[in-house]
């Protein structure tokens, strides 16, 4: 088996409830060595409960999870030191000074960053001698980067880790996952509402719904599952029309044989990830989900294709 057939997490039927609320009813699936995967979904799909599951932080109800070889619930220290995270809510480290911070975390590691590498790494050098009190939010998140990262892992949970930062902090830190994944060859699950992120990031989506993966596979193979769904914007004669339509070319032609030179301005857009997300959620809400509301009416303002 090479490294990148290895199976880094694996998951068979795994159920979590809240008292009497059942938020993951059979969440099945695998991550390979070296993958990025994003796991999306609406607030309270269940994201956050299944990392802090792969974390070892939260016991699961049923099911069966093994993470680097091991069941998170009874994981030990050196399994710890193989897993990064980054969570959702800050730990409070006010006290202490960013640069100190991160080379004392390095000493529970056996082959850490270079403390001033690591900082360097997240953006923090002009704030390396700064209290971490002292730190903005996005600031802050930088450093929850740089502790989920400080022993090397093999595998990284990111749970909605550009939340807070700014455009450039965002770039730097999508830099940053690709140097993780292609020079380090760290596995990486992250969970993120930003579509364009998860695009840009992930070699694969998974999609949690109704305590189920509702959709599995790179953006690509997600927008396959869906059809009709290009929109083809154009106007003629001074007025414009607007039309969704599942051959945005044959739309073309028909309007340049029938309008011929008068057709100007013709857009055609590809159905995004997120039309995609939409779609699949809004066709699972239809399907029993109660989460999200019905899918928005259909623009009916273009023209007839003939
Ligand atoms: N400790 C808890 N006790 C009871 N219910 C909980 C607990 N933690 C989470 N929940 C509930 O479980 C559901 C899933 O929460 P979770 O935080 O896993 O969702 P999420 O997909 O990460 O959401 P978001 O996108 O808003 O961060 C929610 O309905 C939440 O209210």
Same mark, same amino acid.
């Given at each position: 088996?090479?490294?990148? =057939? ?15 609320? =059942?938020?993951?009813? !059979? ?6 060595? @070296? /993958? ?18 792969? /974390? ?35 730990? !409070? ?43 903005? @939010? ?33 770039? =730097? ?7 993780? &994944? ?77 309008? @011929? ?5 013709? =857009? ?16 699972? &809400?239809?399907?029993? @989900?109660? /989460? ?15």
């Amino acid at each position: 088996m090479t490294t990148a =057939e290895r199976v880094v997490i694996d998951v068979d039927g795994l159920r979590m409830t809240y008292g009497t609320a =059942e938020v993951l009813k !059979d969440v099945t699936f695998r991550v390979r060595h @070296g /993958e990025v995967v994003c796991l999306l979904g609406p607030n309270g799909a269940g994201k956050t409960t299944t990392l802090e599951i792969l /974390e070892g932080f939260r016991t699961r109800s049923a099911g069966r999870v093994e993470v680097l070889g091991t069941d998170p619930a009874h994981a030990d220290e050196p399994w710890r030191a193989r897993v990064g995270v980054v969570l959702q809510s800050w730990r !409070d480290h006010g006290r202490w000074r960013v640069r100190e911070l991160l080379a004392h975390l390095a000493l529970y590691y056996p082959r850490p960053w270079d403390t001033d590498e690591l900082v360097a790494a997240v953006g923090l050098t002009a704030q390396a001698d700064k209290k971490v009190r002292m730190l903005s @939010g996005g600031q802050r998140r930088r450093l929850d980067v740089a502790v989920g990262i400080v022993g090397h892992p093999e595998l990284l949970f990111l749970d909605e880790p550009t939340a807070g930062l700014d455009p450039v902090a965002r770039r =730097e830190f999508h830099d940053l996952v690709a140097r993780l &994944a292609d020079e380090q060859d760290t596995t990486i699950v992250l969970t993120t509402h930003d579509l364009h992120e998860a695009q840009k990031l992930a070699n694969r989506i998974m999609i949690l719904k109704g305590g189920r993966i509702i959709a599995d596979g790179t953006a690509q193979e997600l927008a396959e599952r869906i059809v009709g769904e290009d929109e083809v914007r154009w106007s003629r004669d001074g007025l414009q029309y607007h039309r969704t339509t599942s051959d945005s070319t044959k739309l073309a032609f028909d309007l340049f044989r029938q309008y @011929g030179e008068s057709v100007t301005d013709l =857009e055609i857009r590809k159905a995004t990830l997120e039309d995609t997300y939409l779609s699949l959620v809004r066709q699972q &809400a239809d399907a029993g @989900g109660a /989460e999200t509301g019905a899918a928005a009416p259909a623009d009916e303002t273009g023209e007839p294709a003939r």
